[in-house]
């Protein structure tokens, strides 16, 4: 079982800015999909932003504009650049990966915003 290795999570003011990485350990072969995820306290599990197999890019709607999500070079990475941060922002990112047969997950880490 492959586990993702996240990074990049923090305490930062709104307004400011993160970057949080996603490194898978072993490489993964035919990936469909890499996203990232975040649950907030009491609330359900939401996608925030997917890149392709092809590059295409969709965001949730709440972070359009602010948030970019960009594959590394070695194609098993995968970046969420995160601008503008608000406090309903606040929540525990997840890194995924789908593959034809497999998906994969990070730990996760944590994302505060202060107010």
């Known amino acids: 079982q492959v586990q993702l290795v996240e990074s990049g999570g923090g305490l930062v003011q709104a307004g400011g800015s993160l970057r949080l990485s996603c490194t898978a350990p072993?490489?993964?072969?035919?990936?469909?999909?890499m996203s990232w995820f975040r649950e907030a306290p009491g609330k359900l599990r939401e996608v925030v932003a997917v890149?392709?197999?092809?590059?295409?890019?969709n965001y949730a709607d709440s972070v359009k504009g602010r948030f970019t999500i960009s594959k590394g070079n070695a194609k098993t990475s995968v970046y969420l650049e995160m601008n503008g941060l608000k406090p309903e922002d606040t929540a525990v990112y997840y890194c995924?990966?789908?593959?034809?047969?497999?998906?994969?997950w990070g730990q996760g880490t944590q994302v505060t915003v202060s107010s």
């Open positions: 072993k490489r993964i072969t035919d990936i469909k999909t």
């Open positions: 890149i392709s197999s092809d590059e295409k890019t």
């Open positions: 995924n990966i789908e593959a034809s047969y497999h998906s994969y």
